[in-house]
Nanobody
C-alpha cells in the first residue's frame, strides 16, 4: 500500500480554480494507478478522475470532464487535480486514492473497489 496525503483544499468563489495535490510516501507510487474521488454530505463517494501508472492515459467522470485535469509527477511522487470553473455543487471532501494492483502501465482504475490506499481527504467549499 501507499501512504497518501492531500493538500490544497479551501474556500473559493464560483467560477474560480483550485489545485489539489496528493503526496505519496513509500515505494508504490510509480507502480500505482491513481485516482481522485469526492464525497459531499449525505452522498456516496463519487469517482472523478484517474490516471494510469505511466501517466499516459486519463479518464474523467462526465460531471467534471473539461473542467478538471488530473496529472502526476513521478519525480515528486505527487498526483494533482486542477479544478477550474468551480461550481457550488463541487463542494465536498476530496480524496486521492492508489490502485497498487493496476495490471499494466496504461490501465485505468475507475471503480472504488479497485483502490487499496486512500488519503484523509481535503475540504473544498465553493461559494455562490
Amino acid at each position: 500500500q501507499v501512504g497518501l496525503a492531500e493538500s490544497g483544499g479551501g474556500l473559493v468563489q464560483a467560477g474560480g480554480s483550485l489545485r489539489l495535490a496528493c503526496a505519496a510516501s513509500g515505494r508504490g507510487f510509480s507502480s500505482a494507478g491513481m485516482g481522485w474521488f469526492r464525497q459531499a454530505p449525505g452522498k456516496e463517494r463519487e469517482f472523478l478522475a484517474s490516471i494510469s501508472r505511466s501517466g499516459g492515459r486519463t479518464f474523467y467522470a462526465d460531471s467534471v470532464k473539461d473542467r478538471f485535469t488530473i496529472s502526476r509527477d513521478s519525480a515528486k511522487n505527487t498526483v494533482y487535480l486542477q479544478m477550474n470553473s468551480l461550481k457550488p455543487e463541487d463542494t465536498a471532501v476530496y480524496y486521492c486514492a492508489a490502485d497498487s494492483t493496476a495490471p499494466t502501465e496504461d490501465y485505468i482504475s475507475r471503480r472504488k473497489y479497485e483502490y487499496d490506499s486512500w488519503g484523509q481527504g481535503t475540504q473544498v467549499t465553493v461559494s455562490s
